[in-house]
């Protein structure tokens, strides 16, 4: 694949199987998300990958963090509800953590940090598809979440970017590509 037929190859696939990117693949996939553009070359972006054991135990951190959001907010938690959080990192073999440490520095807007952190995300869903593997950007509470934020060694002001599911397609199947439409995505200028 070009370049430009992997930008719109990529698409979500919400269920990843084995084998995940490992090697020389998932090396490649970390760089270009590196290589991600970044005002000032300030590096804010971190990596973490979750698999096998780490995913199970980083799952019981996603589980008791539900808990006690529910516990700060008075409300009784939801068994389904923390079995679902406990589980969910199990749609893919691997998921990648993509946060955003804030570094100081005068003249680079903490938005522009978060923004250099999702370039490098969506770096690393495309160098994924480029590779032949499935990916699915997500985020939800937990990213929101001081305690999870904890558990990756983040602090509170830090930012996760998103969880990235990566893996193979179930059947060797890639969903199909994506046909966007522009329709309502031009503004013209001067604006009417
Ligand atoms: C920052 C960000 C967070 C997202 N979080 C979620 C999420 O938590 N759950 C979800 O189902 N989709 C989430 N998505 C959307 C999907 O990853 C996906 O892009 C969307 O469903 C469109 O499908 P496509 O990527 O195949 O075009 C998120 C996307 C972005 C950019």
């Known amino acids: 694949m070009d370049a430009i037929e992997v930008l719109f190859a990529r698409r979500s696939t919400g269920r990843l199987v084995g084998p995940a990117p490992a090697g020389e693949d998932l090396r490649t996939i970390l760089r270009a998300a590196a290589a ?21 135990a980083f799952g019981r951190v996603l589980a008791d963090a539900y808990t006690a959001r529910c516990a700060a907010a008075g409300t009784e938690p939801v068994p389904a509800k923390r079995e679902k959080e406990r589980t969910k990192l199990g749609r893919a073999p691997l998921v990648l953590v993509v946060s955003a440490v804030r570094q100081p520095a005068a003249g680079v807007p903490w938005d522009e940090q978060r923004a250099a952190a999702a370039a490098a995300a969506q770096n ?69």
């Open 36 to 56: 991600a553009p970044d005002h000032e070359r300030l590096r804010p972006f971190r990596f973490t990958v979750l698999e096998g054991t780490a995913k199970d």
């Open 124 to 192: 690393a869903c495309l160098a994924a598809t480029g590779l032949g593997y499935g990916s699915m950007w997500r985020t939800g509470d937990p990213a929101y979440d001081p305690n999870v934020k904890a558990a990756l060694g983040l602090d509170a002001s830090d930012a996760i970017v998103g969880w990235l599911y990566l893996g193979s397609y179930r059947d060797g199947v890639a969903p199909a590509a994506n046909d966007p439409s522009l329709e309502g995505l031009l503004l013209p200028w001067p604006p009417p």
